[in-house]
Every structure is written in C-alpha cells, then in structure tokens.
C-alpha cells in the first residue's frame, strides 16, 4: 500500500506532522522530490524539529527513511541533519538514498544567489539553496548522479565540460570569480564518502517492499501551486510537488499510489513571491503571522516571515483536484480562536465577473477576492480528541470549508503535537 502525503496550496501546509503521524503505521517514507528549500517542523516526544530533506517519518525506530531519484540531494544538508537529530537523542535512522538521486553542488547555491542579486525587484523569492540551477543542470545533462561518484574518469570529464559552460556565464553574465575542474572534483570527493554508507538502488528496496505488502509513504514538499505545469508559474519551484510525481521520484510504478491525503491549512501562508489572491496585509496579518502555527508563521528553512491570508476555496479546490485527493488534512485550526469573524474566499472576481475556478497565472495577476465571513468560535479547541466536542461554529467552518473544496475533510489537527489531531467521518 502507498499512501502519498502532499500539500494543497502554497507549501507550508503542515504535511510534516501529519506524514510523521501517519509514520507510526507505515514501514518505509519516501522524499520523492524537491530539496533543502523547504522545511517541515516537527514536534514530538524527542522535541521540536525543522526537517528539510529527511523525510518526516524519520523518529520511528522501525521505519526507513528514504531519499529518491527525484529529490535534490544537498548531500552536507543531509548528514548535518541526521547529526543534529541523533545530537537530541533520535536513534540512529535507518537511510537510504538512491543511487540516482542528483548532487546539489555548491556552485548551484553560488548561480542562484547571483541571479537573484541580478534580478533585484523581479526577483522569484528563491531560498537560494540552489534548487533552480540544480533542476537546470539535471535537464541539461550536466549535473552529477550519485552514482557517478565511483566512477573517477565520468567525474573529471563532466568537471571540466561544467566549467567551460559555466565560466561563461560567471565571466560575463555574474562577474563573479570562475570555476576549476580541481576544486569541483574535490567537493565530489567529499561528497562520495559521506553518502556511501547510504547509497542503495532505492527502486529496487521499494519494488521489494511492494511484494511484501509493505506500507510506503510517499512525502511531498511544498504544494500544488508550486508546481512548475500547474502552479503560479514562473514563481513556482524546480520540480514536481504533485502525487502523480511520486511514482517518478520514487522509482515506483503510478498504480501503486492508492490513497493521497493532500493537506489544507485552516488559513493561508506562503513563502516567496506570486500570486496569493486571499492575502492580508497590515496589522490583521502580523496578529495571524503572530499566533500562527507553532511559534508564528516563519519559514523552516530561512526564517523569514510568511505572507498569510485567509482560507482560500478557489486555489483549494484546485489544489485538491490536482493532486487527486482521496482525503484531505485540515491543520492549524486552533490558530483562529482568537477571531470574532473568520473571511473565507469563495470565489475570484476577474474582469467583473466572478469564477470558482482556478485561472492560469495571467488572469490570476487581475484577480479579486469575493469573501463570505463566518462567525468564529472564541475558545481554545486545542486538546479535544472528538470532532462533536468541538465548538459548533468550529464544526460549521469545517464543514463549510469541506463543502467548498469538494473533497473530503477526515483530519483534523487542532495542536502542534502528533497527539493533537482529530479523526472525522472515516
């Protein structure tokens, strides 16, 4: 059975938790793309955690953690984390990363800061983690696979064909200092022996784990409005975030993906630039950056303020249907107990008329939010373990929400901890 645990909107959804809730029942979780750009936080009996490419089943001791073909693999990111959970008292995680995962190399962090820098005011709100000119070098055949690293005479070659493409640009584009063939070859040195105890045929270990009736979770990173074919292009990332993806980056065949839970959060947040069409601005959105999620609305990976809004049904619903949810995760509920009145956006008003239907990103640039406002429930919820127990006007946004979206709503997590969640009509 695989079960694929993906994100609705624009990333930051709270997959982390449920992923790591879901863990305790599955065998094997699988990162199946993207890199070190975006983080899950995690809060459990071990204590507070900002994962960025270790999936977020890791703090079982009878799960395997594993790395695929699809993600962008920031090999130093990786051991520091794995030295950073097992430093707070996380045994030891069983890893795997397939062998042909792609290397993020530190020139690929250098090329997305200097085009950022270069594009000032129109830049895409990049991490500049490298993720971008990663991808790029992947399509472009130039980038190194894991298992390149055992083969000296493919690394020196492609070491120094990238520094004649790349010195170029640095030269002329950047004006910055240039690449040597010695000092990429070094890097992939280090490289090679710190991801050896590691490195596997990851597909092969799945297609294993399929015989045996194993349960797999496959884990997203970011969301559906992320993606670079049907999100808010061009301020999408580098790679796939929808379910169908997993099977690529996993190295699994596409029927095997039999339940997708994609993950709504009660509100809006996003980090980087693009269209947010329910964003709120001024003092209402720092009061909701300020009590959001656990510790406020801040990026895992870059800590820097996340743009937030109000719940969004237009960009939901899209979301929902692109990933092909079979359930839906409704997070962070408990944030809006503070609010007399909750807006909702039911709709995009677009050249005087009004649509329930996602746009591509050039009508989405002139859309307006046509709001409903719902009353709110003016208590604490966090704590209840049964969905009838919570506060009727809770219920009623709920499943208000769930109406809108048309699709199922059968979690809901009403705290930052795994215990913190409650389970409805499944």
Known sequence: MVKAVVGANWGDEGKGK?????????????????????????????????????????FYGHTTSVIGNGVALDIKKLCGEIRT???????????????????????????DQYEEERLGKNSFGSTKSGIAPFYSDKYAKIGFQVSELYDEETLRAKAERICEIKNVQLEHLYRKPLLKPEDILAELHDYKELITPYAADVSAFLNQALKENKTILLEGQLGT??????????????????????????????????????????????????????????????????????????GATTGRPRRV?????????????M??????????????????????????????AVTTDFPAT???????????????????????KKYEELPENCRKYIEFIESQIEHPITMVSNGPSRSDIIYRNR
């Not at 069983?94 to 062998?99: A, E, H, N, P």
């Not at 237009?314 to 249907?321: D, E, F, I, N, T």
């Not at 997070?331 to 008003?349: A, H, N, Q, R």
């Open 362 to 384: 050039a009508l989405l640039k002139k859309a307006k939010p046509v709001w409903k406002v719902l009353p709110g429930w003016k208590c604490d919820i966090t704590g209840i």
């Open 85 to 111: 959970i097992t430093q707070q008292g996380v045994p030891e995680p069983k890893i795997l990363v397939s062998d042909r995962a792609q290397i993020v190399m530190s020139y690929h962090v250098l090329f």
């Open 18 to 58: 449920i992923t790591d809730m879901l863990a305790e029942n599955a065998d094997i979780i699988v990162r199946f793309q993207g890199g070190a750009n975006a983080g899950h936080t995690i809060k459990n009996h071990y204590g507070k955690f900002s994962l960025h490419t270790l999936p977020s089943g890791v």
């Open 309 to 321: 809004g109000w719940f969004d049904c237009v960009a939901s619903k899209y979301g929902c249907r």
């Open 323 to 352: 990933q092909g949810t079979t359930e839906t995760a409704f997070t962070v509920i408990d944030v809006l107990g503070y609010l007399d009145e909750i807006p909702v956006c039911v709709g995009y008003e677009i050249d005087g």
């Open 225 to 298: 409005l992320r993606d670079p074919d049907h999100g808010i292009y061009p301020m999408v990332t580098s790679s796939s975030t929808l379910a169908g993806y997993g099977a690529i980056g996993a190295g699994i065949p596409p029927y095997e993906i039999k339940e997708v839970i994609t993950v709504c959060k009660a509100y809006s947040s996003a980090v980087g630039a693009g269209e947010f069409v329910s964003e709120i601005f001024g003092e209402e959105a720092e009061e909701l950056r300020k009590r959001g999620g656990d510790g406020g609305e801040y």
